[in-house]
C-alpha cells in the first residue's frame, strides 16, 4: 500500500510537470501548426532564473513570479524575431527553433558554466501520508501545477482571450474575418506558452540537476505527451501527461530509468500508428 | 542524357578521381580522416536519398548510422570474439538492424499517415531513444563509455590502411552512382510527384506510403552501412554516434551540398569538416554555436542549401552587368 501511494505520488509529480511543458507546446501547435524546438530551453531559463534568483539572496517564491515574466519577455522577442515569418514553413521552424536551442544552450553554459547549479527547495519536511511519507514540496508541486492548469482552463474558456485562441484554433480564416487579430493572438498565446514552460522550469530544479542541456529530456517527452493526447486541446494534454509520466514512473520501478523512457516513447509510436489524431483531438 | 546529367556525371567522375589519387601524396593520418570523413559522407547521402529525393525530413538519421555502428561492435566484441567470420557477420549484423529499424518505424510512422513536421518530430524522438538504449543498456551497449576494440574489416583477409581507404570510396561513389542511375527513370518521377503533391500522386494509383517507405529502409540501410564501415575504421564505438546533435550535423551537411543531387551532399560532407576542424579549435562551445546559428541563417537566406543561394546571387549578378552593358 505505501509504494502504491509513493508510487502515484511519483507519476503525479512528473505528469504534472509534462503538464505545464507539454500546455504551451500543444496549443502552439494547434494554433500555428509549428513545432519549437527551443521549448525546453524555457524549462532551462526557469530553472537558471530560479538559481539566479536565490544566488542573489531571493526566495523561491520570488522566482516563480519572476521566471513565468521571463519567459514570456523573452517568448515574445523569440516570436516576434523568428517565429513570425516562418507561419507557412513548419520545417524551416522546426530547423529555425533547433538552431536557436543551440545557441541557448550554449550562451546558458558561457554565462553560468557547464557545471550543476545549486538550488533548494522552499521547504524541506515530509510528511506522512496514508502509511507512507512523502517529500512536502513533491506534494506542493503537484497541487500548484493542477492549480496552474485549472487557471489555464479556465482562461481558455471564459476570457475573450481564451475565446480567440479558440476562435484561431477552430478555422483561422473565419476568425480573422470575425475582426480577430490572430497575429496577436499567435504572439501572446506563444509568449505564455513559454511562460509555463519556464514556470515548470522552477517547479522541477529543486528535484534535479539544474545543467544548460535540461531542457532536451522534457521537450521530448512533451512532444509524446502532445502526440499521444492531441494536439490544441487542454484534455489532451492532460491525457497525455498522465500516459507518458505515470507509465514511466510505473516501469522505472522494475527497469532501469532510460529503458523505461525508451520503452515509454515506442508506445507512444505505435499509438500514433492508431490513433494519429491523438486521444483526445481539439 | 541530358546536359543537367552529363554536368552532374562529370562533376561526380572529377571528385572520385581527385579522391582516389590522394592516397598517393597524402599522409596516413590524412588518408584515415578522409576516409572517416568519406563515411560521413555516405551517411550524408542517405540522407539526401530521403530528405533530397521526396522532401521529407529525417530529424533522426543518426539512428541508424549508430544501429550500423553498434550492431558491428557488438557482434565483434560480445558475440564472436576473434573469429574470422566477425567482421561480415557485424557488417550484415550492423546494416540488418539499421533496416528492421527503420522498417518498423517506418511502417508505423509513414504508413500512419505522420507526415511534414511531425514525421521530422517522430524520427527527433526516434534518436533520442536509440541514444538512451545506447547510454541505459551499458552492459551490452558499454554505457557513456561505448565499446572499445572493434577489429579491422576482414573479408577474408583484414582491410586497412590505404586499401581500406580505397574500399570506402569505391563503395561510396558504387552507391551515389547507383542511386543516380536507379532514380533517373520513372521510379525518380514518383518521388518527385510525391515531393510536390503526396495525394495527387495517390489519387494517380500510386501507393505512395510503400514508395516512401521503400526510400526510407533504402536509405536507413546505407546510414548503417556507413555506420558498420566507420567503426572497423576507429575501432570503438561511443553514444555520440547515435546523438541527435549528429542527426542535425547530417542535415547540415546536406543542406551546405544542396538537396538532392546525391554528390552534394559528399561535398557538403567535406567542406562542413574541414569548417568544424578549424572553428572547433576555438572553444567548446565554438561548433555547436556554429551549428545553431547555421540553422537560423540557413532558414532566412539560403533555404534551398547554398549551391542554389550561390546559383541565384550568380544569376542577379549576371543581369546586373547585362543591364550595365546596354
Not at chain 2, 533530397?52 to 538519421?61: A, D, E, K, P
Not at chain 2, 514518383?190 to 501507393?207: H, M, P, S
Request: some cysteine; aromatic content about 10%; glycine content about 12%.
Amino acid at each position: 500500500m505505501p509504494d502504491i501511494v509513493s508510487l502515484s505520488l511519483n507519476a503525479l509529480t512528473l505528469m504534472s510537470i509534462l503538464m505545464l511543458v507539454a500546455l504551451g507546446l500543444a496549443i502552439i501547435y494547434g494554433l500555428m501548426g509549428i513545432i519549437n524546438l527551443s521549448h525546453g530551453e524555457f524549462v532551462t531559463i526557469g530553472a537558471y532564473t530560479l538559481f539566479t534568483v536565490q544566488a542573489a539572496g531571493g526566495s523561491f517564491w520570488l522566482a516563480l513570479i519572476v521566471a513565468p515574466a521571463v519567459g514570456y519577455l523573452l517568448g515574445t522577442v523569440l516570436e516576434v524575431t523568428v517565429i513570425r515569418r516562418l507561419y507557412d514553413r513548419p520545417i524551416s521552424t522546426i530547423l529555425a527553433t533547433w538552431g536557436l536551442s543551440l545557441i541557448l544552450q550554449q550562451a546558458i553554459i558561457l554565462t553560468y558554466g557547464a557545471a550543476p547549479r545549486p538550488v533548494t527547495a522552499p521547504f524541506e519536511a515530509s510528511v506522512h501520508l496514508l502509511g507512507t511519507t512523502y517529500p512536502a514540496y513533491r506534494l506542493f508541486l503537484i497541487v500548484f501545477a493542477f492549480a496552474v492548469m485549472a487557471g489555464c482552463v479556465l482562461a481558455f474558456r471564459k476570457t475573450p482571450f481564451g475565446l480567440d485562441v479558440r476562435a484561431v484554433i477552430q478555422n483561422a480564416s473565419m476568425a480573422r474575418v470575425l475582426g480577430v487579430n490572430a497575429e496577436r493572438v499567435y504572439r501572446r498565446a506563444f509568449a505564455s506558452g513559454a511562460a509555463l514552460a519556464a514556470l515548470a522550469g522552477v517547479l522541477i530544479a529543486p528535484l534535479v540537476a539544474v545543467t544548460a542541456l535540461m531542457g532536451v529530456n522534457y521537450l521530448a517527452r512533451s512532444f509524446f505527451v502532445v502526440l499521444v493526447g492531441g494536439a490544441g486541446s487542454i484534455p489532451g494534454v492532460v491525457a497525455g501527461s498522465a500516459f507518458v509520466g505515470g507509465l514511466e514512473s510505473l516501469l522505472s520501478t522494475t527497469v532501469p530509468i532510460t529503458v523505461a523512457q525508451a520503452s515509454v516513447l515506442i508506445l507512444a509510436v505505435v499509438i500514433v500508428r492508431f490513433r494519429p489524431q491523438g486521444l483526445v483531438p481539439a | 542524357m541530358t546536359q543537367r546529367d552529363k554536368t552532374w556525371l562529370f562533376i561526380t567522375l572529377a571528385i572520385m578521381a581527385a579522391l582516389m589519387t590522394y592516397p598517393a601524396f597524402g599522409s596516413f593520418s590524412g588518408v584515415s580522416g578522409l576516409r572517416d570523413i568519406l563515411l560521413f559522407a555516405l551517411f550524408a547521402v542517405s540522407l539526401d536519398l530521403f530528405w533530397g529525393r521526396t522532401g521529407v525530413l529525417s530529424f533522426g538519421h543518426a539512428t541508424f548510422f549508430g544501429a550500423g555502428a553498434y550492431g558491428m561492435a557488438i557482434m565483434t566484441i560480445h558475440v564472436a570474439p576473434g573469429a574470422a567470420w566477425g567482421s561480415v557477420a557485424g557488417l550484415a549484423f550492423g546494416v540488418g538492424l539499421a533496416g528492421v529499424v527503420a522498417l518498423a518505424v517506418g511502417y508505423f510512422v509513414i504508413f500512419g499517415g505522420v507526415r511534414g513536421a511531425y514525421f521530422t518530430i517522430v524520427t527527433l524522438a526516434l534518436t533520442l531513444i536509440a541514444q538512451q538504449i545506447a547510454i541505459g543498456w551499458s552492459s551490452i551497449t558499454g554505457g557513456d563509455a561505448g565499446l572499445i576494440g572493434v577489429p579491422p574489416l576482414t573479408i577474408g583477409i583484414p582491410i586497412t590502411g590505404k586499401v581500406l581507404y580505397y574500399v570506402v570510396v569505391a563503395v561510396l561513389f558504387g552507391i551515389v552512382l547507383t542511386l543516380w542511375a536507379g532514380l533517373r527513370g520513372q521510379r525518380g518521377l514518383v518521388l518527385k510527384a510525391i515531393e510536390d503533391d503526396e495525394r495527387k500522386a495517390q489519387t494517380l494509383g500510386y501507393n505512395t506510403s510503400l514508395h516512401l517507405l521503400a526510400v526510407f529502409v533504402l536509405s536507413g540501410l546505407i546510414a548503417g552501412l556507413a555506420g558498420a564501415l566507420y567503426v572497423t575504421g576507429t575501432g570503438f564505438v561511443a553514444p555520440d554516434m547515435i546523438a541527435l546533435l549528429l542527426s542535425t550535423e547530417v542535415i547540415m551537411w546536406v543542406a551546405v551540398g544542396g538537396r538532392g543531387s546525391l554528390i552534394g551532399a559528399v561535398a557538403g560532407t567535406m567542406i562542413v569538416w574541414r569548417l568544424q576542424q578549424e572553428v572547433s579549435t576555438l572553444s567548446a562551445s565554438a561548433w555547436p554555436l556554429f551549428i545553431g546559428v547555421f540553422f537560423l541563417a540557413m532558414v532566412f537566406f539560403f533555404p534551398d542549401g547554398l549551391p542554389a543561394a550561390a546559383q541565384k546571387l550568380w544569376a542577379r549578378w549576371k543581369r546586373m552587368n547585362e543591364g550595365r552593358a546596354a
